[in-house]
């Protein structure tokens, strides 16, 4: 229905700034709010950020806010997470997830559609 391509993910150096782009298809993106989730080895997959329908609501993951940025630009169907001074103990794989409900829920089996990922190692 509405399938995801993340990009953006990489190497980057402890303190350092990356920016992902999640991109979907379909025709009603719009409808959809958007949160990004992150899995390190070993550990569960958890909530880092969530976006509303218009992208005039944001809600963040304490560990990431006020350095994390969540974004969408509906005109091209792509939600963003820009990160800056990350730090190695963030280094995962990051998804973008869509959730058709306008309620705010950060758990991931209550997300509709998932991407594939994209990988972010931060070194030391």
């Known amino acids: 229905q509405v399938p995801l391509v993340e990009s953006g993910g990489g190497l980057v150096q402890a303190g350092g700034s990356l920016r992902l782009s999640c991109a979907a298809s379909g025709r009603t993106f719009g409808s959809y709010a958007m949160g990004w989730f992150r899995q390190a080895p070993g550990k569960e997959r958890e909530f880092v950020a969530r976006?509303?329908?218009?992208?005039?609501?944001?809600y963040y993951a304490d560990s990431v806010k006020g350095r994390f940025t969540i974004t969408r630009d509906n005109a091209k169907n792509t939600v963003y997470l820009r990160m800056i001074s990350l730090k190695p103990e963030e280094t995962a794989v990051y998804y973008c997830a869509a959730d058709k409900s306008p309620v705010r829920r950060i758990t991931p089996k209550s997300y509709d559609y998932w991407g594939q990922g994209t990988q972010i190692t931060v070194s030391s």
């Open positions: 976006i509303s329908w218009s992208g005039g609501s944001t």
